[in-house]
């Protein structure tokens, strides 16, 4: 069967009556998915049946880690840290194992951790964390106080002769 475009080669307006009748998105009732819920309405009820479509609210927002942005500011404005381990944590909204290891001997040093013998003490919920989690590798022993922490990364912290008290 003979293609309608080829129908038309040749023809200015292509059975569309004047030229502009047939430009812009008014032509086609808007762009996109505009009047899907107005004058498009029938034609996505369709598509919602056959699942290509979603109807109205979907979806899911993770909630805001505002309270450990606040707290980081707080100890930023108080001078308990340094511009350094200000933007390393206020990067990670979630605290890895490994994270800490990188930054335990920073904190030693800015007073938010104590470092006795060779075990390193740290409290999370003093930066605003209240999880730890097991990503990474940790090389140094750290006794950390935290509200909750993954099995994992308890498993990790012990491994190395740490430990994990869960407040």
Do not use: W
């Amino acid at each position: 069967m003979k293609k309608k475009v080829k129908k038309f080669r040749g023809s200015r307006t292509h059975g569309k009556g004047r030229n502009d009748r047939n430009r812009g998105a008014g032509c086609r009732g808007g762009r996109g998915n505009a009047g899907r819920h107005k004058h498009k309405y029938i034609k996505f009820i369709k598509l919602a049946k056959m699942g290509l479509y979603q109807f109205g609210k979907h979806g899911f927002t993770r909630p805001q880690r505002d309270h450990l942005k606040r707290k980081l500011r707080e100890l930023k404005e108080e001078g308990k840290l340094d511009e350094y381990t200000y933007r390393f944590l206020y990067t990670r909204p979630d605290l890895n194992v490994s994270d800490l290891d990188e930054i335990v001997d920073r904190l030693v040093n800015l007073g938010l951790a104590e470092k006795v013998d060779d075990i390193y003490i740290v409290d999370l919920s003093t930066l605003g964390y209240r999880k730890l989690l097991g990503g990474g590798i940790v090389t140094k022993k750290i006794e950390v106080k935290v509200e909750r922490a993954t099995p994992r990364a308890i498993e990790k912290v012990e491994e190395v002769g740490g430990r994990v008290v869960q407040v």
